[in-house]
């Protein structure tokens, strides 16, 4: 018991260490930065910190954490294991005391406790010493290397989690200096440019008024377009927008679909325009389609709108211009609205 207690003192004091270490490096300062001589962050993140790449948290917590498992599955013929595991792990120590004291001269009081834990592994394993044989067998040393890989295996994976923490981060804090309206039109400046906007006489338009011209190129069969449309709809809240139906040659369904939006535009506004659009993104379905009539007026705005975008060279959806400019990839439509208003 006594030994057990002393690995899982160990974990403890390894978990401390690597939450310090990769988490929170302001973790327990009053103990772990006391005058100038101990600073636990100057030793996690020097040279002589990491072995093979694995930092003091990883190699104390890859110690205490497999012997710990394996000795409660194993505790007829732990012994001969954990000795040798003990032996490089007090070696280990020494050299992470010789290293603090004569070459970094900076003492870090969790990796003492975590060789106080080593030290008191090994003192329990020399009270055992009659107790056990000192042999080895193989279904033994097969059921550590098992444990041993899974602790490490574990260990990477929460390494690569964090990591990969670190970068979203990181990545949404320099996000964050984009969506500066300033910024925004800078970046705007360098994006390829269309000759003019579309005509508010054959787009759809959500009848506000803004600085800045915002037109969005749909496709109704597009399944793209369909999972952007919620983020038009929010930014159409407010944020003047012009939208343009445009559909693939020879897609009657979609001439037809592009049309009957039109339609609606026209009788009851922006508002049911979009609605049924969303619909049909949603569900291949428009509930009220049949009520409004595809007149001679619908078709031609629709075929205005086919012209204006062969004429402007516009033929990805969606498509999403600012000023005659399309909008840079690193500004999703979700994100517009902060740039724009």
Not at 88 to 116: E, G, H, N, P, W
Not at 155 to 179: D, H, M, N, V
Request: net charge neutral; glycine share 4%.
């Amino acid at each position: 018991m006594f030994y057990l207690s002393v690995l899982f003192f160990g974990i403890l004091v390894s978990v401390a260490i690597l939450y310090k270490e990769r988490v929170n490096g302001e973790f327990m300062e009053r103990f772990c930065n006391i005058g100038k001589i101990v600073n636990c962050n100057e030793v996690f993140h020097s040279k002589g910190a990491s072995i093979a790449g694995l930092g003091l948290g990883e190699l104390s917590l890859l110690y205490f954490a497999p012997l710990y498992l394996f000795s409660l599955i194993r505790q007829d013929d732990f012994y001969i294991t954990s000795v040798v595991c003990c032996v490089v792990a007090v070696t280990l120590s020494l050299y992470s005391i010789i290293y603090q004291v004569f070459i970094l001269r900076k003492a870090c009081m969790l990796c003492v406790l975590a060789d106080f834990a080593v030290w008191g592994s090994a003192l329990a394993l020399y009270i055992l010493k009659n107790d056990f044989v000192m042999e080895l067998s193989l279904s033994s040393l097969f059921a550590f290397v098992v444990i041993g890989y899974i602790c490490l295996i574990f260990e990477l994976q929460l390494r690569a989690i964090q990591t990969g923490e670190k970068e979203r981060i990181t990545l949404k804090k320099y996000f964050g200096s984009l969506l500066n309206p300033e910024t925004f039109q800078i970046l705007l400046a360098l994006k390829p440019q269309i000759g003019k906007m579309v005509s508010r006489d054959i787009a759809l338009h959500n009848q506000k008024e803004g600085s800045n011209e915002l037109m969005i190129v749909t496709n109704p069969n597009c399944k793209n377009c369909a999972s952007v449309h919620r983020h038009m709809v929010e930014i159409a809240s407010s944020v003047p927008v012009s939208l343009v139906l445009v559909t693939f040659p020879n897609d009657r369904l979609g001439e037809e679909i592009a049309q009957v939006i039109i339609a609606a535009y026209y009788v009851v506004g922006w508002d049911r325009a979009i609605e049924l659009l969303g619909e049909w993104y949603e569900n291949r379905h428009m509930e009220d389609a049949g009520i409004y009539s595809i007149t001679a007026e619908v078709r031609d705005v629709w075929t205005k709108q086919q012209i204006y975008c062969r004429e402007q060279k516009i033929s990805k959806t969606p498509s999403v211009i600012v000023n005659k400019h399309y909008v840079p990839e690193v500004y999703p439509l979700s994100d517009l609205r902060y740039v724009l208003t």
